[in-house]
């Protein structure tokens, strides 16, 4: 069939897709939250206005299904291995990048203009926004969100008038959240932004810096609770150094344990019950940052007696510039009990830094579900999509597509990772790999009782050992076989 044939077979389907459209943007009762538009006073709480008119509650199609805006793989109450899909999944939308996200680059200034936006950053503005947040949550069909205290309300002159605007917005987030089961996933502080920050917050060289610093965390800690977060994170946005040379490492990394020891105290405190959750991240902003992976976290953790208090959010695009693999983060964060959550996003191979892509990958989808169905799911954490449009992605159903698309793909990679589960080949191979340690002596080593006299004797007794093949082709060939 040639191009042409093909678009005139599709043409109806476009004509009945634009008819459907056009009857959603033309029901009576819609007013686009568009600041050009009329729909009362918009800086009101009693603002009625649509922020996404023509775009009705996402609905799981199957996979045949060409609408865009529609669920091909993730459909919500489906059960997989036991547990409702949306049950494994426990998607979430990050504040910042869907609704604070511009298109600014180094090079360039916003590309993205979204209707609503008037250009400030006031409380009504934040409130507005805040709007446009619930009404995307509710049509996507998910439950849960993400936010950093400066991204939600705008900071003011002073600590407490800033706290103020942050209670204003607060107030009326959980007024939006009453009469629906949508919570934060998770919030978390802004401490690398505002210019006080500059040499870091916990690990800054200035004592006035880490008290502000304190000081936001305890209010950033006050309000995740009171809207009724189930996570708290702490990225060490500028937790880290450009140069040794002026720089105590030492000193700074005891001031960060201090400053997570006493987050853990308030949490105690005020009874917020939430998991406390660090993100490791190996350089961007700072040359180094402290928390660099998964397994210098844990070091840390252990040197400063805080395990037990902390699990991990592993990032993707983090995992891939500490040089790892998402699927070694969330493995070494698995086996160390510290699998907490993941920000679903990805990088690009072909680019050094910190990308936030949506992740797309149905391979790497499949390792990460590999790793979270093996510990059991991620509750109380989730998948926190820290994943924004490209630059050049500049209509309002993009937010909606890239995030169908996300969810779609993590889906595909849970339904395939059941596959492989349920085949239970790779386990077989794995199993038989380490076969040779199901004997007693094995049984003695891995009870850790077996000394070197004993394996001496073993080693003269057996001779040369079999070493058998590693069957990575066979294992990789099983892999691809489920996607
Ligand atoms: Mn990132």
Same mark, same amino acid.
């Given at each position: 069939m040639n191009k042409k044939m093909k678009f005139r077979g599709l043409l109806p389907l476009f004509l009945c897709l634009n008819l459907?459209?056009?009857a959603v943007i033309a029901s009576p009762?819609? *007013?686009?939250?568009? $600041? =050009?538009? =009329? *729909?009362g006073d918009s800086s009101s709480d009693e603002w009625e206005g649509e922020f996404f008119p023509g +775009?009705?509650?996402?609905?799981?199609e199957g996979s045949n299904s060409k609408n865009p805006l529609s669920y091909k793989w993730y459909n919500a109450d489906e059960e997989i291995l036991g547990k409702k899909m949306k049950d494994w999944l426990r998607f979430s939308v990050a504040f910042w990048h869907t609704f604070r996200g511009t298109g600014a680059d180094p090079f360039g200034v916003p590309t993205k203009s979204w209707p609503w936006e008037d250009g400030t950053n006031s409380v009504a503005m934040a409130k507005r926004r805040m709007r446009a947040n619930f009404e995307f949550i509710n049509k996507l069909g998910v439950e849960r969100w993400c936010f950093h205290d400066r #991204? $939600?309300?705008?900071?003011?002159?002073?600590?407490?008038?800033?706290?103020a605007n942050l209670d204003e917005v607060i107030a009326f987030a959980k007024k939006l959240q009453e009469g629906t089961n949508i919570r934060p996933l998770w919030g978390t502080a802004q401490l690398f932004m505002h210019p006080r920050y500059m040499h870091g917050a916990a690990t800054s060289s200035e004592v006035g810096v880490y008290a502000y610093a304190a000081a936001q965390v305890k209010k950033a800690l006050e309000v995740t609770h009171y809207l009724g977060g189930e996570n708290y994170v702490f990225w060490g946005g500028r937790e880290g150094y450009q140069i040794l040379l002026n720089t105590d490492m030492e000193r700074e990394l005891a001031h960060l344990a201090n400053f997570l020891q006493a987050a853990? #105290? @308030?949490?105690?405190? $005020?009874?917020? =019950?939430?998991?406390?959750? +660090? !993100?490791?991240k190996p350089q961007e902003p700072t040359k180094h940052q402290y928390d660099w992976d998964a397994a210098t976290t844990y070091a840390f953790l252990q040197k400063f007696g805080l +395990? &037990? !208090?902390?699990k991990l959010n592993i990032e993707c695009n983090h995992a891939t510039l500490s040089g790892h693999s998402c699927h070694h983060e969330l493995e070494t964060a698995r086996i160390n009990g510290l699998l907490g959550n993941i920000d679903a996003n990805t990088g690009d191979p072909q680019i050094g830094w910190d990308t936030d892509q949506f992740l797309t990958d149905i391979g790497e989808a499949t390792l990460v579900m590999l790793s979270v169905i093996r =510990? &059991? &799911?991620?509750?109380?954490?989730?998948?926190?999509? #820290?994943a924004k449009l490209r630059r050049e992605s500049t209509d309002v159903e993009d937010i909606f597509i890239a995030h169908i698309s996300g969810m779609d793909t993590l889906a595909r990679g849970l339904r395939n990772a059941a596959k492989l589960i349920e085949d239970g080949s790779l386990a077989e191979l794995v199993r038989k790999r380490y076969q040779s340690f199901d004997s007693e002596i094995g049984a003695q080593i891995e009870a850790g009782k077996a000394d070197f006299e004993t394996l !001496?004797?073993?080693?003269?007794? @057996?001779?040369?050992?079999?070493v058998p093949s590693g069957k990575q082709e066979l294992a990789e060939m099983i892999f691809h076989s489920a996607l």
């Open positions: 459907v459209m056009l009762h819609t *007013c686009p939250a568009n $600041i =050009n538009t =009329n *729909c +775009i009705s509650k996402i609905k799981y #991204d $939600i309300a705008p900071d003011g002159k002073t600590l407490t008038e800033t706290n853990v #105290d @308030w949490k105690k405190k $005020i009874g917020f =019950n939430g998991t406390l959750l +660090i !993100e490791p +395990i &037990g !208090e902390f =510990n &059991g &799911g991620l509750a109380p954490g989730g998948f926190n999509f #820290d !001496e004797k073993k080693a003269m007794e @057996w001779g040369e050992p079999y």
